[in-house]
Nanobody, 121 residues
């Protein structure tokens, strides 16, 4: 069983930066595609960014140029560097792991508990 634990959320002002981290338990991390999703109050959980096991990345349009996803396979960790944050980025951010990277939630077998990111205007 794989467990994912996110950290790094918080309350920041518009224009600030945050770095989220997601640590995976178990020895299969290097085989997983890893992704970040987010869910704002009253909205569906949406795809943010993903990194394949070989480092290919994918982003949703609203975060391109501001967010960077990366992974350190030696540390079983995937990161989401978020720069120039906007109030619209306020959400719970979830880490997810699966066999491939995809913008579809159902492609991922493992999910973390989420970390809150709040951006004030």
């Amino acid at each position: 069983q794989v467990q994912l634990v996110e950290s790094g959320g918080g309350l920041v002002q518009a224009g600030d930066s945050l770095r989220l981290a997601c640590v995976a338990s178990g020895s299969y991390f290097t085989y997983f595609g890893m992704a970040w999703f987010r869910q704002a109050p009253g909205k569906e959980r949406e795809f943010v960014a993903a990194a394949s096991r070989i480092g290919t990345t994918r982003y949703t349009d609203s975060v391109k140029g501001r967010f960077t996803v990366s992974r350190d396979n030696a540390k079983n960790t995937v990161y989401l560097q978020m720069n120039n944050l906007e109030p619209e980025d306020t959400a719970i951010y979830y880490c997810a792991g699966g066999n491939v990277i995809s913008e579809t939630k159902s492609a991922y077998n493992y999910w973390g508990q989420g970390t809150q990111v709040t951006v004030s205007a």
